[in-house]
T-cell receptor, first 120, second 112 residues
Framework: AQKVTQAQTEISVVEKEDVTLDCVYETRDTTYYLFWYKQPPSGELVFLIRRNSFDEQNEISGRYSWNFQKSTSSFNFTITASQVVDSAVYFCALSDQKSNYGGSQGNLIFGKGTKLSVKP | SAVISQKPSRDICQRGTSLTIQCQVDSQVTMMFWYRQQPGQSLTLIATANQGSEATYESGFVIDKFPISRPNLTFSTLTVSNMSPEDSSIYLC?????????FGSGTRLTVV
């Protein structure tokens, strides 16, 4: 069965610190997709990144970077030089076995989320 | 990616009443998903709605409590029936397109 584990429930850092949010997943599929979403206090889900199972290259987008390692089934997210506006709940998610979303119909399986608080 | 308009954004309801949440998508999509997010929790899939057929419910969710309509390829509604305080949650709809998943802005429901 598919499963996403975010072991860190809450993290608190001081502004400008770097922070890494961990995500470990379980799946029997050979083709799957991984996602990160940000949920600020307002409640909407903000898409950050998607990664397919065949692309293990790390990705950097501004202060955000992602480290995908299939050998350890991990997809960790690092924020460099954190800012107060980064305070939110961050969810890691996995497309389930019915989906390869590049045309298919499955839903997402979410981790429990990590609440990040960045203090000034 | 698709744009979803979800209404209402929030509501406070009396126990025993029902609330219907609407999601309008700016493009045609085959599947729409409804999620519940209880306070401080992750998102849990309620059901998958396919146009022209009955929704498929996940374990723990039943049609009598969460009836779903999907009259066309751009619109769906979720009704939370006979509400109790335990139904206080954020409800979100979602669609999957060629480039990924899009979520509505959510409906924050408080049952008193």
């Amino acid at each position: 069965a598919q499963k996403v584990t975010q072991a860190q429930t809450e993290i608190s850092v001081v502004e400008k610190e770097d922070v890494t949010l961990d995500c470990v997943y379980e799946t029997r599929d050979t083709t799957y997709y991984l996602f990160w979403y940000k949920q600020p206090p307002s409640g909407e889900l903000v898409f950050l990144i998607r990664r397919n199972s065949f692309d293990e290259q790390n990705e950097i987008s501004g202060r955000y970077s992602w480290n995908f390692q299939k050998s350890t089934s991990s997809f960790n997210f690092t924020i460099t030089a954190s800012q107060v506006v980064d305070s939110a709940v961050y969810f890691c998610a996995l497309s389930d076995q019915k989906s390869n979303y590049g045309g298919s119909q499955g839903n997402l399986i979410f981790g429990k989320g990590t609440k990040l608080s960045v203090k000034p | 990616s698709a744009v979803i308009s979800q209404k209402p954004s929030r509501d406070i309801c009396q126990r025993g009443t029902s609330l219907t949440i609407q999601c309008q998508v700016d493009s045609q999509v085959t599947m729409m998903f409804w999620y519940r997010q209880q306070p401080g929790q992750s998102l849990t899939l309620i059901a998958t709605a396919n146009q022209g057929s009955e929704a498929t419910y996940e374990s723990g969710f039943v049609i009598d409590k969460f009836p779903i309509s999907r009259p066309n390829l751009t619109f769906s509604t979720l009704t939370v029936s006979n509400m109790s305080p335990e139904d206080s949650s954020i409800y979100l709809c979602s669609v999957v397109g060629l480039y990924g998943y899009t979520f509505g802005s959510g409906t924050r429901l408080t049952v008193v």
